[in-house]
Nanobody, 115 residues
Framework: QVQLVESGGGLVQPGGSLRLSCAAS????????MGWYRQAPGKQRELVAL???????NYADSVKGRFTISRDNAKNTVSLEMNNLKPEDTAVYYCNLSQSGYNYWGQGTQVTVSS
C-alpha cells in the first residue's frame, strides 16, 4: 500500500506563487511516475504535470511556462512550483503516484487564486 500526503495549498493573489509538496510512503517501486492533478468545482479532474522516475516531464498546456514539477527519488517526494497564478488555477490539487498499473491518490489540497 502507498500513502501520499500533500501540503502547501492556500489562498494567493493573482500573479502570486505557491509551492505544493507531496510525500510518498509505503511500498514504492523504483519505476514509478508521480504527478499532480486538479479538479475545479463542476469540472473533471485533469492532469497538471507529471514526472517519471527517469525525469521525463509533461505539463498541461495551460500551465506550461508557469509551473515546474520536480522530484526527489531518495526522499520519495514530488513538488510543484506554481508561479504567475491565475484565478482559473483555483482547484483542489491531488498528488498521484502510478506504478505497476496502480494509481494512488493523496487527499487533496485547496489552491485558491483570488484578489
Amino acid at each position: 500500500q502507498v500513502q501520499l500526503v500533500e501540503s502547501g495549498g492556500g489562498l494567493v493573489q493573482p500573479g502570486g506563487s505557491l509551492r505544493l509538496s507531496c510525500a510518498a510512503s509505503g511500498s514504492i517501486f523504483s519505476i514509478r511516475t508521480m504527478g499532480w492533478y486538479r479538479q475545479a468545482p463542476g469540472k473533471q479532474r485533469e492532469l497538471v504535470a507529471l514526472i517519471t522516475s527517469t525525469g521525463y516531464t509533461n505539463y498541461a498546456d495551460s500551465v506550461k511556462g508557469r509551473f515546474t514539477i520536480s522530484r526527489d527519488n531518495a526522499k520519495n517526494t514530488v513538488s510543484l512550483e506554481m508561479n504567475n497564478l491565475k484565478p482559473e488555477d483555483t482547484a483542489v490539487y491531488y498528488c498521484n503516484l502510478s506504478q505497476s498499473g496502480y494509481n494512488y491518490w493523496g487527499q487533496g489540497t485547496q489552491v485558491t487564486v483570488s484578489s
